[in-house]
């Protein structure tokens, strides 16, 4: 199970997964790669947000392409739903959000793909239950994707406490990621587009060189939410990693074992641990 | 002849009985509004979208719990205006024009690269704040105005074929939600009948590690019920059409990645951009056909297209195409000036009021006419 993880990854789709990741970054880091010539009018390019769901569709499509097994569908399902009670739970609170803690411990135990997935339909489902759909959630389930991703990536051998700290390490690494994703992909669309003619300060300028435009987005970030959005959301990452991850982790191991024994008979004294359910 | 006739009226007349419309209809029309709101900063134009979208939402919505969220769309849209102007006003410098009101500047330290704070505030820099929030704002409400009206239920049942499993998992996760509040029910009433901690980070793992434990639990008794009903023993692909799903999702996906760099550098050649961009995604499309082809289910009472579905779809695409060709033909109605009084076309206006026909010819949802009934 450590090995491959719950939903396989094969060499077809790792690459699939590159170009599909590439093109989701294209489309979230736009404002930093428009190249724009002299007086041209720039209005933000809201085709991407109709475009986002079609690569995301694709990504989904080649990662389920051999069809799930049961058990692993019916984990999704359930724990998509355990992610949007936790994010129901603490949606009122600014930037609390608990989803993050579940996503990065499922997808370290039942590895990237199963990570990927889970992040797009956890938050499609909460989305789906909470009002949360919008021109955000294309963006919002390629970044969480990565996120669940990334946690499956991380190194396997670190066991113990150390494999705690690392995963509060990326806990808090992610959510601040997270925040910085999510704010490049609506700063255009908040601060408004600079017009020649117009000085002012933290709008996005098109055809500016990509380093301005950047250090201008992270002071917008830095100045926005990075200090308090941000900030709130990694401590509930660590926190709920630290205190809530071994026990969950031991509950997500039990469970994975169970879910991805895969039955191979041979002889009886070769026989594996017996699936009870 | 007579009997045709009669037979037509009929069938026209069972479409419109009181029953959900097929979601995607819905999403289609939001979608097709929310094209028209992007490609315009015209606030007549916005305001007119904004007024249609909730008009045929408080028509034909029905009372169930989703068709409320549609007040915190509404709400959310004001907040995001609010917080363009405000923007505006704090970070927004020197804009040229009427000053109305001259706040003093405050220069920020060195290291934040010379940003300054507040500043003259012009009568065409607010109202370009607003009329840029209004036009995200409008986004916002026409998508809230698909979530209210689809049920989401039905949508989850109609995802492409490719994506059976995905689907198949989010409808699992529907389900399972209120068995989760009453798992948590339980477990809390248990926790309570015991000594120990009550704090809140301790009171949450007792509930939580239960809670997770059973939700699991459940999970794979589900799965073992599926697989006793013969779930995903389906005859795999052959190695044939596995090749060309790979190819053609590859190749799609090669595509948009071609197409949003031709559409990003405006200095390459525009082949790369809309060309690229559109094969891209029909190979895409593609590729998601044959991958469903592996499928094969049944569906229980499947949601079919009948006139009205195809009427709303009709009525979302006539106003996306009014909005992208004034963007394009009627450059100063879509984006106006901001010294000037905005004015819009009898096109545009029409146009847009087509948007509002769902309002008629979409079915009454059920729930409504049973409480009356009752």
Not at chain 2, 153 to 176: F, I, M, N
Not at chain 2, 271 to 294: F, I, Q
Not at chain 2, 340 to 349: D, F, K, R, T
């Amino acid at each position: 199970m450590s090995t491959t993880g719950a939903v396989r990854v094969s060499r077809r789709s790792a690459l699939v997964l590159a170009v599909a990741s590439l093109a989701g970054l294209m489309m979230l880091c736009w404002p930093l790669l428009l190249q724009a010539p002299g007086e041209a009018r720039v209005d933000p390019p809201f085709l991407f947000v109709a475009l986002l769901p079609v690569v995301v569709a694709v990504v989904l499509a080649e990662l389920t392409e051999g069809g799930l097994d049961a058990r692993v569908l019916a984990m999704l399902g359930v724990l998509s739903a355990v992610q949007a009670v936790l994010r129901a739970v603490s949606a009122g609170t600014a930037g609390v959000e608990l989803v993050f803690f579940m996503l990065v411990l499922a997808g370290r135990v039942f590895g990237p793909g199963f990570g990927f997935v889970l992040g797009c339909t956890s938050l499609f489902a909460s989305a789906l239950m909470t009002a949360g759909v919008g021109p955000w959630l294309p963006f919002q389930m390629m970044c969480s994707a990565w996120l669940g991703m990334g946690a499956g990536l991380l190194p396997r051998r670190v066991r113990g406490r150390w494999e705690i700290a690392m995963l509060a390490a990326y806990g808090v690494v992610a959510a601040y990621l997270f925040g910085a994703l999510m704010n490049l992909s609506s700063w255009p669309f908040l601060l408004g587009v600079q017009v020649p003619g117009h000085e002012g300060s933290l709008a996005f300028v098109p055809g500016a060189p990509l380093l301005d435009n950047l250090s201008t987005f992270l002071v917008y970030t830095l100045v926005t939410s990075t200090g308090s959005f941000d900030t709130v959301r990694a401590v509930t990452n660590l926190v709920a990693i630290v205190l809530l991850g071994p026990a969950v982790l031991t509950t997500l191991r039990r469970a994975a074992r169970r879910a991805t024994v895969v039955g191979t008979v041979r002889s009886a004294d070769d026989a594996q641990e017996p699936v009870r359910a | 002849m007579s009997a045709t006739t009669s037979g037509l009226r009929s069938r026209v007349e069972v479409a419109r009985l009181p029953r959900d419309l097929h979601p995607l209809a819905w999403y289609a029309w939001a979608i097709g509004l929310a094209a028209a709101a992007s490609s315009t900063t015209n606030p007549l134009v916005l305001g007119l979208l904004l007024a249609v979208a909730s008009l045929v939402v408080v028509a034909r919505r029905s009372d169930q719990p989703w068709a409320a969220s549609f007040r915190l769309y509404l709400w959310l849209a004001l907040l995001v205006v609010v917080l363009r102007v405000v923007f505006r006003i704090v970070f927004g410098g020197t804009y040229p024009g009427t000053v109305l009101l001259d706040l003093p500047e405050v220069p920020l330290p060195d290291w934040v690269l010379g940003v300054t704070l507040l500043g003259a505030v012009t009568r065409e820099g607010l109202l370009g704040g607003v009329y840029d929030g209004l036009r995200l704002a409008t986004i916002i409400v026409c998508i809230g105005a698909a979530n209210a009206l689809a049920n989401p239920k039905r949508l989850l049942r109609s995802v492409p074929p490719a994506l059976h499993e995905v689907g198949t998992a989010l409808v699992v996760a529907v389900t399972v939600l209120p068995q989760l509040a009453d798992s948590v029910r339980r477990v809390r009433a248990a926790q309570q009948l015991r000594a120990g901690e009550q704090r809140r980070v301790r009171g949450l793992r007792r509930v939580l590690v239960p809670v997770l434990e059973d939700a699991l639990e459940r999970s794979l008794a589900l799965a073992a019920g599926m697989d006793a009903r013969g779930y995903g023993r389906a005859p795999g692909q052959t190695r044939r059409e596995r090749w060309t799903t790979g190819a053609f999702l590859l190749l799609g996906l090669g595509g948009i990645c071609v197409g949003v760099y031709g559409v990003l550098d405006r200095t390459a050649p525009r082949v790369l951009a809309a060309p690229v961009l559109v094969l891209g995604l029909v190979a895409a499309v593609a590729g998601l056909t044959t991958a469903g082809r592996r499928v094969r289910r049944s569906r229980y009472r499947p949601d079919r297209w009948r006139w009205p579905e195809l009427a709303v779809l009709g009525s979302g695409v006539v106003v996306a195409a009014v909005g992208v060709w004034a963007s394009r033909e009627q450059l100063t109605i879509a984006y106006p000036d901001l010294t000037g009084v905005p004015e819009i076309s009898l096109a545009l206006l029409v146009g847009v009021l087509v948007g509002a026909v769902p309002a008629l010819v979409a079915p009454e949802p059920v729930s409504r006419t049973r409480a009356v009934a009752a």
